[in-house]
């Protein structure tokens, strides 16, 4: 009995899950993500705001305003000046004095864009001296604008 | 003398590894892939030359202001007073959280300015104003 039992035995037959397909479906999978993967990643001028009630003091000597109008005029020191002059006024200044903290005082009725390019420039002037001393720590401050 | 041609044998490529190869490729991809979890309002942002990346897509929360000072935080509108409490929230569950102004060009830099000071209350002071980059720029 036992004998006739182990005789009609079927299953080492081999048992196989069929992997042609397998291929396939990876490769849809792999062209859903290849087409849903957005590969421009977020860009922007970066900037780290000074903690609520803590007041840096500076001396006049150590700050350089950067005046933005309510038309978009660009005031540093005495003079008006173009946006693309910033960043060489900003530079000079700079090397006369490392310890320079660029203030950017922009009006509340200006463009935001006005304040963008002049940030942008201020922040190029700093990555040039950033290139020749690279312990050079860049320092802006955005002013509050009265409301 | 007799010539034989050797390589009788028919050219196959071996496609065995395919598989293989598509799978590391997909695992890639799904590893890498941060799906894009908001709409946003539409803004034009302005442009800069100095733009940085920001590398770390999982931490960052965006805020809208388009042209017609409407707030906007992760697609849920919002006005000025309630960002403080709400970015406070966030800033408790991820201290790391770093905030993407997209800010319109054509907005006032008012709005712009009310919100920062909205957001060194709650303590996120880590800020990315939004641009494009501008022709000539580096990284």
Known sequence: ?147 | MKVTAKNKGSAKIPTASIADIVFLLLIFFMSVTVFKQFQGLKVELPAAKATKKIEKKRIITHIWIDSENHLNIDDMPITLQKIAPLMSKKMQENPAIIVSVRADKHAKYGIVAQLLEELKKSNALRVNFATLTKGGGTS
């Not at chain 1, 036992?2 to 397998?22: C, F, R, V, Y």
């Not at chain 1, 290849?34 to 705001?49: E, I, Q």
């Not at chain 1, 003091?57 to 309510?70: A, W």
């Not at chain 1, 700079?94 to 304040?115: F, G, I, Q, R």
């Open chain 1, 1 to 147: 009995m036992a004998l006739k039992l182990h005789g009609k035995q079927h299953i080492n037959k081999d048992a196989e899950i069929p992997t042609a397909s397998l291929a396939d479906i990876v490769f849809l999978l792999l062209i859903f993500f290849l087409v849903t993967t957005s590969m421009n990643p977020d860009k922007g001028l970066g900037l780290t705001l000074p903690p609520p009630g803590k007041e840096v003091k500076l001396t006049k000597e150590n700050v350089l305003s950067v005046y933005i109008n309510s038309e978009g005029k660009i005031l540093i020191g005495e003079e008006i000046i173009t946006s693309d002059q910033i960043r060489e006024r900003v530079e000079k200044r700079l090397n006369e004095n490392p310890e320079l903290v660029v203030s950017l005082v922009t009006d509340a009725k200006a463009d935001y864009n006005s304040m963008v390019n002049a940030l942008d420039e201020i922040k190029l002037a700093f990555k040039d001296l950033k290139k020749e001393n690279p312990k050079f720590k860049e320092k802006i401050s955005l002013a509050t604008p009265v409301f």
